[in-house]
């Protein structure tokens, strides 16, 4: 969520349990406004929480140029001093999904993960079971990498790719009617593309190059994944997904206000597909 709007946003999603307290908004608030002016941003976002056992991270990010591919991101313990969180490798990136325990809030701790041998998501076979060790400080860079590509959403029109290639906040954006929100194809995956670049426009008959060309989210599988809610007044409407319990997405009605947080221990549920009935 943009950086000014963080008490509008926490204060929408309250009521589904993830609660930020007020002085601790204030204090995001204006660490995040110094970070974006010591880094010359153009706009910093809060992404979320991670809880922890001892400690928990904050996490935010930023961009200069590119509000896609520019993204920068940063985490801390206390929501006032900010570090640099690295990119995440592969080995992160393999061993992330396997880690079981919780965080503990200790960038530098070292975790062990016991591999099996019929692991099929490691990509080589094994002739014995092994540990292998993950920093936490690259577990927290793959697990933001990971929900951020499943689940960041945007509302359809928010962004738009320039003539020159450069993808920016659309200004013009004046914010979905209450007709459009409830259909799940007016949200787009806030992430690079991972279809050809004609596959989403001729999915859509009034397509739009310019902000069509990211994957739209009713091609998420299983279908119903995704809870779309628009509470009593019809001035917001709340995007939840359920394979990360603790994700949240808002839009303001008619307005240019939207965004996603995440509040929640990094687990994802992965008995979605047989929750969801296949009749519906």
């Known amino acids: 969520m943009n950086v000014n709007y963080i008490s509008d946003c926490l204060q929408s999603i309250g009521h589904y349990g993830k609660i930020i307290s007020v ?24 992404w979320g ?12 990010y930023g961009y200069v140029t590119d509000a896609l591919y520019g993204k920068i991101y940063y985490y801390s313990n206390d929501g006032m001093n900010w570090g640099l969180l690295p990119k995440p490798t592969k080995n992160g990136l393999l061993l992330t999904p396997l880690c079981t325990t919780r965080f503990q809030g ?38 933001i990498h990971i929900i951020s590509n499943e689940a960041a959403v945007i509302p359809r029109g928010a962004k738009i ?9 659309n200004l013009s954006f004046e914010g979905l009617a209450c007709l459009e929100a409830r259909e799940v194809y007016s949200y787009l995956h806030d992430r690079i593309p991972t279809q050809k ?10 397509y739009n190059y310019a902000t069509d060309f990211m994957d739209p989210l009713d091609i998420d599988k299983p279908e119903g994944n995704w809870i779309v809610d628009i509470p009593i007044g019809d001035s917001i409407v709340l995007l939840r ?6 994700l949240v997405f ?22 979605v597909p047989f929750m969801l009935s296949p009749f519906t």
């Open 106 to 143: 200790d960038a530098a701790l070292i975790i062990d993960i016991l591999i099996g041998v019929d692991e099929p998501n490691i990509g080589e076979k094994l002739k014995a079971p092994q540990i292998r060790k993950l920093k936490e400080e690259d577990r927290l860079a793959s697990l």
């Open 197 to 206: 670049f004609n596959t989403n426009l001729l999915t859509r008959d009034d």
């Open 161 to 169: 790719r320039r003539p020159d290639g450069v993808i920016v906040d």
């Open 49 to 60: 929480q991670i809880l922890g056992e001892v400690k928990d991270y904050y996490v935010a």
């Open 250 to 271: 808002y839009h303001f009605l008619n307005t240019h206000k939207h965004g996603v947080v995440y509040i929640g221990y990094g687990k994802k549920c992965i008995d």
């Open 23 to 46: 002085e601790q908004q204030l204090i995001l608030q204006n660490s995040l406004l110094v970070l974006q002016n010591e880094n010359h941003f153009r706009n910093v976002y809060f």
């Open 241 to 246: 997904s359920l394979f990360w319990p603790g």
